[in-house]
């Protein structure tokens, strides 16, 4: 690959020429050459813009040129970085996390419009890098707030965004509700962004390539975890909750009946995304 003209570069080239680079591993070349530069220069995007012509450092070149041979062979952005944004901050990401996604954080306005004020107990299972967990302690924090995954390194990044956010989360390692149940805790809120993606589905997916497996597979369905979490919720999960479960576009019919099996008073919903799929189970007992 052609490397960057360091000693001509400007904020001007430098973005031209990493877009062009970028454009066939990304349908956001220039919206990512310029967060790149941005990191590259320690500056908002919008100082690039107003400074086309500034040249750039022998030390920035070869730092943003780094980063844009990263993002041209595949690896995504928040990887390369280190960070994504969510929702109304932003979090540490490493290979061990999910990159949270945009959708998610339709469960966490779910939660929030749930949660308020009020003094309840909630739970994120299957954390992640903390983004619900952390976001929603750090919105609420009247809640007591516990996070739960199978992953330590995962919790290691979680960790560290509650750290960084003075977010105040018990993170406990384990298998899905597990650590809660051995403690005899009951939450009245219970977020989960499980793995959901069939296995059979998963040899096809790019995101595989980057992301944990862990993190992806949801079994010969996508829906084998959902399916223990809600019965391990019959014991974790106080009578007058709500239950927030993220699952794939085309999981609404399956989801909503396995939920209206497990607690067959309940109010279950599916809400849709931005892009009008089923995305997530909103399940109530009053
Ligand atoms: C799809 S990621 C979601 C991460 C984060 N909640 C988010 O929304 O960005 C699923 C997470 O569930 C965790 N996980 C997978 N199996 C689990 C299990 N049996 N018990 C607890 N966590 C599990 C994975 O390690 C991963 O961090």
């Known amino acids: 690959m052609r490397p960057?003209?360091?000693?001509?570069?400007?904020?001007?080239?430098?973005?031209?020429?990493?877009?062009?680079?970028?454009?066939?591993?990304?349908?956001?070349?220039?919206?990512?050459?310029?967060?790149?530069?941005?990191?590259?220069?320690?500056?908002?995007?919008?100082?690039?813009?107003?400074?086309?012509?500034?040249?750039?450092?022998?030390?920035?070149?070869?730092?943003?040129?780094?980063?844009?041979?990263?993002?041209?062979?595949?690896?995504?952005?928040?990887?390369?970085?280190?960070?994504?944004?969510?929702?109304?901050?932003?979090?540490?990401?490493?290979?061990?996390?999910?990159i949270p996604r945009p959708e998610t954080e339709l469960l966490l306005e779910a939660a929030l419009a749930f949660a308020g004020s009020r003094a309840l107990v909630a739970v994120d299972v299957g954390t992640g890098s903390g983004a619900l967990a952390v976001t929603l302690a750090a919105l609420c924090p009247a809640l007591t707030v516990y996070a739960t995954d199978i992953s330590p390194a995962a919790l290691d990044v979680a960790r560290q965004n509650a750290a960084l956010h003075g977010a105040a989360v018990t993170f406990l390692q384990g298998d899905l509700l597990s650590p809660l149940l051995e403690r005899g805790i009951h939450a009245d809120l219970i977020m989960a962004n499980l793995p959901y993606i069939p296995s059979g589905d998963l040899p096809a997916l790019a995101v595989t390539r980057w992301e944990p497996r862990l993190a992806l597979d949801g079994g010969a369905d996508g829906l084998d975890l959902v399916r223990r979490l809600l019965r391990q919720a019959a014991d974790g999960w106080r009578a007058e909750g709500l239950m927030l479960l993220e699952i794939g576009y085309d999981q609404g019919v399956a989801g909503?009946?396995?939920?209206?099996?497990?607690?067959?008073?309940?109010?279950?919903?599916?809400?849709?995304?931005?892009?009008?799929?089923?995305?997530?189970?909103?399940?109530?007992?009053?």
């Open 4 to 98: 960057l003209d360091n000693h001509a570069a400007t904020i001007q080239s430098a973005l031209r020429d990493a877009r062009t680079r970028l454009l066939p591993a990304s349908d956001s070349a220039a919206l990512d050459a310029q967060t790149l530069l941005g990191a590259a220069l320690g500056v908002e995007r919008a100082y690039l813009l107003a400074h086309p012509d500034q040249p750039l450092t022998a030390e920035q070149s070869a730092q943003f040129n780094t980063w844009v041979e990263r993002c041209a062979a595949g690896e995504p952005l928040s990887y390369v970085l280190g960070r994504r944004a969510f929702y109304d901050r932003e979090l540490i990401v490493t290979p061990d996390v999910l």
């Open 256 to 286: 909503a009946a396995l939920c209206r099996e497990m607690f067959p008073g309940a109010d279950v919903q599916v809400l849709r995304d931005y892009s009008g799929h089923d995305r997530i189970l909103r399940v109530e007992r009053k």
